[in-house]
């Protein structure tokens, strides 16, 4: 009896030994992956506290000293307070519109029963493979037609609402049983209603990664801010990290030390809802 057990717990050891040592080779591969991910990340941090004269010096990664003085001097190169200002209103306003927008119309796509509704959808879905340089000169004439040239308007309403903010809600809005839809008309509740009451306090994942890609969209988007503004007092923090780079040369240590501070904020935002963000990717992600 005890031959044949000792058999049996070695085939059990050998299994449980197999698999760590997979995992760990995984996992091996995961952090090689990863540090070469964040290897321009610590460049830049690196590059924002060397001193100011980099010119004819080789490239070293750790600095000799810290210049911490780079990031007062690059926030008073530039009114960078304005700036900031800018781009948490812009940034505000365009999340504040994807979201509420956005979820109005996956409601209706996914919930209300109307005529040419998978073909409009289709529309919608086939809008995400236009260029944005396509309709950047069209979009440019609307706004100047309105007369919202240096504008919060002109950063903020033609971004209120997205192809792909109500591909994803409409995804998220199909796995709610539509029970909590039937019950809720049962006692009187309206299509709005519903939506206020029932649709929204249950999506809250899949409204936190729709806010989550809407503000790294939005904060980080230089193109049309540069197209819209000429006023020197309604650029976003993008363009006035532009002000680093000039014809004959580019202050490097400024530049990048203004980055890491307007970097920050799409790492905190990050941070703050990634569970939100997994948790709405395993739920909708899968549906077709």
């Known amino acids: 009896m005890s031959a044949e057990i000792l058999p049996l717990a ?10 760590k ?3 760990l080779a995984i996992h091996a591969a995961l952090i090689a992956g990863a540090f070469v991910m964040v290897i321009p990340f610590l460049w830049m941090l690196t590059l924002s506290l060397k001193p100011v004269a980099l010119t004819h010096q080789p490239p070293y990664l750790i600095p000799t000293h810290f210049e911490i003085a780079n990031y007062e001097a690059a926030w008073q190169a530039a009114p960078f307070a304005r700036y900031y200002f800018n781009s948490i209103v812009m940034t505000a ?5 994807q979201v509420i927008l ?15 509704r998978e073909a409009l959808f289709l529309v919608f879905l086939a809008t995400m493979m236009v260029p944005f340089h396509v309709i950047l000169i069209p979009s440019y004439l609307i706004i100047n037609r309105l007369d919202w040239i240096d ?6 309403v033609p971004r209120m609402v997205s192809a792909f903010g109500i591909f994803l809600l409409r995804q998220y809005y199909q796995g709610i049983p539509r029970e909590l839809d039937e019950a809720a008309m049962i006692d009187g509740a309206s299509r709005l209603g519903i939506w206020w009451r ?14 989550i890609f809407a503000f790294l969209f939005a904060w980080n988007d230089f193109l049309w801010p540069l197209v819209v503004i000429n006023d020197p007092n309604m650029r976003t923090v993008q363009l006035g990290l532009a002000m680093f780079q000039g014809r004959y040369g580019t202050q490097w240590t400024l530049l990048m ?3 890491m501070t307007a970097t920050l904020p799409t790492l905190l935002i990050f941070l703050f809802g990634q569970r939100w963000f997994i948790q709405s990717v395993a739920q909708s992600g899968v549906k077709g």
Do not use: D, E, Q
């Not at 070695?10 to 698999?19: E, Y």
């Not at 956005?102 to 040419?116: D, E, V, W």
């Not at 504008?151 to 903020?156: E, G």
């Open 93 to 97: 306003g365009i999340v504040f519109g």
């Open 198 to 211: 029932i649709i929204l306090p249950l999506s809250g994942p899949g409204l936190a990664t729709l806010g």
């Open 10 to 19: 070695r085939v059990n050891r050998l299994r449980i030994r197999r698999p």
């Open 257 to 259: 030390a203004g980055t």
């Open 151 to 156: 504008s919060y308007a002109a950063l903020i």
């Open 102 to 116: 956005s979820s109005l119309a996956a409601y209706a796509f996914a919930r209300l029963k109307f005529p040419g």
């Open 21 to 23: 040592w997979r995992h």
